[in-house]
């Protein structure tokens, strides 16, 4: 297959409309299902005109002539009165370009169509944001992962007069120092993330050894009354069997979170080894021999731990049940 990426022509118009029909949300719907990718703009012909005179960035995709997609972008300077969304996006961004349309054929599609005519656009471009806009009920995750493999970031939720709610994405160069900054910020967030494991895991172990202790001491000969005896070392094995299990849900998702930052570092890390640092955290995520580094015994031995008492706190019931009935 030998596509060529060219600017489009008041010739293609037929084509590009025709085109835009077959990739409408109501023709996947009926053809593939929503998954597929689609188009909710429902643009005139007179449209696509116009967007061909008098945009720069107006480009087809062709198939030994035929024309298998399409991309339709323009600069903020061109919005119309009536692009609500767009303007919102002005207010925010300042100049920006827009991506309103792109477009491949079903018989094209998932074989680099889309990514040839986007880097056609990033080419052609100022130096200025670039700003796409996507469906996002019904969600459209087929543009979602495309947007996101070519390196544009979620900016916002916005939903439109009419009432279909788009996730906004935008492709900037990176400032440095705001980058720095950042990072910096997710590092502290990461280490305090960490920490706070540890002092959960830390009062887990003091709440623990003092429920231990009074389980202890209601089992001597402190309390006469063998039943009330009972009930007291009840009611401390359950206040212990709480304990480890609200301390193994927190420790839980903890971990999640502390995971979360982690990836929220490397990501990081990734923009700025683009620009010449290094990576520290993700240094070696990507060396099959150090598969380890993202499993961590830590954390399971951090798990294991409430875990236990858990267990230990729930034969203690068990023991107790069995001998008060």
């Known amino acids: ?120 656009l990033l080419v052609d471009r100022p130096r200025e944001p670039v700003v796409a806009a996507v469906v996002n009920e019904p969600r459209n995750e087929a543009s979602n992962s495309f947007h996101r493999k070519l390196g544009f970031e979620e900016l916002t939720s916005l939903t439109p007069p009419d009432g279909r709610p788009r996730l906004v994405f935008v492709l900037r160069e990176a400032r440095l120092d705001v980058l720095m900054g950042q990072y910096g910020t ?7 993330e960490d920490l706070l494991n540890w002092q959960k895991l830390n009062n887990f172990f003091y709440i623990t050894t003092g429920l231990a202790a009074a389980f202890a001491f209601m089992l001597g000969d402190v309390v006469k009354d063998a039943a009330a005896r009972r009930a007291l070392t009840l009611g401390v094995s359950t206040l212990g069997a709480t304990s480890s299990l609200a301390f193994l849900i927190t420790l839980y998702f903890g971990r999640k979170y502390l995971q979360a930052r982690k990836a929220t570092v490397v990501r990081f890390e990734e923009h700025i080894a683009w620009h010449g640092g290094q990576r520290i955290v993700g240094s070696a995520g990507g060396d099959p021999q150090n598969k380890w580094l993202s499993f961590s015994p830590t954390g399971l031995v951090m798990m294991a731990v409430p875990t236990v008492g858990l267990i230990i706190w729930g034969v203690a019931i068990t023991l107790l049940l069995v001998r008060l009935f």
């Open 186 to 192: 997710a590092i502290d967030l990461y280490k305090h």
């Open 1 to 120: 297959m030998g596509i060529d990426i060219r600017p489009a022509t008041l010739e293609d118009v037929d084509a590009i409309v025709d085109l835009a029909a077959s990739r409408s949300l109501a023709a996947i719907e009926a053809a593939e299902g929503a998954a597929g990718g689609f188009l909710v703009s429902d643009l005139e012909r007179s449209e696509y005109e116009h967007r061909i005179v008098e945009s720069r960035f107006f480009y087809v995709a062709t198939d030994d002539g035929t024309i298998v997609g399409f991309l339709m972008a323009y600069t903020s300077e061109q919005l119309r009165g009536d692009e609500w969304l767009n303007r919102r996006v002005l207010a925010t961004l300042g100049a920006f370009t827009v991506i309103k349309q792109v477009c491949v054929a079903r018989s094209h599609a998932r074989q680099g169509v889309g990514s040839r005519l986007y880097h056609e």
